[in-house]
Nanobody, 120 residues
Framework: VQLVESGGGLVQPGGSLRLSCTAS????????MAWFRQAPGKEREFISYFARMGTTKYADSVKGRFTISRDNAEKTLTLQMNSLKPDDTGMYYC????????????????WGQGTQVTVS
């Protein structure tokens, strides 16, 4: 399993970024996919997931601002982030788990290297 994130960067409050995760090495449409983030000195936190069958879930802190999508043909996972706030700053990670989704990072065995998002 290989996951590669891209799209992070520095953005002003109120701005937007689009993160992408490209997957390889596994049967993508059999996996639940998720985004987590980790701010300096804090634990990794759930942001959003996209289940195999299409169910999505968002953390309350990003609901209405972030949108997750996946393209099974291209094996990509995308996170559109709008109305960004300084509290959104952190390293954003793509994660994969066979079958069911979870909001717990410990349930995901596969991770990308992360992409940094700074809102300032």
């Amino acid at each position: 399993v290989q996951l590669v994130e891209s799209g992070g960067g520095l953005v002003q409050p109120g701005g937007s970024l689009r993160l992408s995760c490209t997957a390889s090495g596994f049967t993508y449409n059999s996996y639940a996919m998720a985004w987590f983030r980790q701010a300096p000195g804090k634990e990794r936190e759930f942001i959003s997931y996209f289940a195999r069958m299409g169910t999505t879930k968002y953390a309350d802190s990003v609901k209405g601002r972030f949108t997750i999508s996946r393209d099974n043909a291209e094996k990509t996972l995308t996170l559109q982030m709008n109305s960004l706030k300084p509290d959104d700053t952190g390293m954003y990670y793509c994660a994969a788990r066979e079958t069911l989704c979870s909001v717990m990072s410990s349930q995901y065995p596969a991770w990308g290297q992360g992409t940094q998002v700074t809102v300032s």
